[in-house]
Nanobody, 121 residues
Framework: QVHLVESGGGSVQAGGSLRLSCDAS????????IGWFRQAPGKEREAVAV??????IYADSVKGRFTISRDNAKNTVSLQMNTLKPEDSATYYC????????????????WGQGTQVTVSS
């Protein structure tokens, strides 16, 4: 059985940093789409950073501030978030085994339960 578990969320002030991790069990991250998505209250889930066959793609709203990476030895995918803004507040989800277009959440087979990020001004 596949489990993705996100961790690293929390509350920070604007300008701060957080590092989210997505640990997988029962599954090895492949070269298919891996993505970090977020959903704020009352809004649709949106992609913030995805990776596919080595390509890294970021939403314009986080470009230059967020970095997605993977550690194959640990079977973990991370999202380093710097210079956080209040509008980054959301529940962040890790998705895996997606098909292109990676930007669409309905193309993903596995999801974590999410981790909350709150950025105060």
């Amino acid at each position: 059985q596949v489990h993705l578990v996100e961790s690293g969320g929390g509350s920070v002030q604007a300008g701060g940093s957080l590092r989210l991790s997505c640990d997988a069990s029962g599954y090895t991250f492949s070269s298919n789409c891996i993505g970090w998505f977020r959903q704020a209250p009352g809004k649709e889930r949106e992609a913030v950073a995805v990776m596919y066959t080595g390509m890294l793609i970021y939403a314009d709203s986080v470009k230059g501030r967020f970095t997605i990476s993977r550690d194959n030895a640990k079977n973990t995918v991370s999202l380093q978030m710097n210079t956080l803004k209040p509008e980054d507040s959301a529940t962040y989800y890790c998705g895996a085994e997606g098909t292109i277009p990676c930007w669409r959440d309905y193309n993903y087979k596995y999801w974590g339960q999410g981790t909350q990020v709150t950025v105060s001004s």
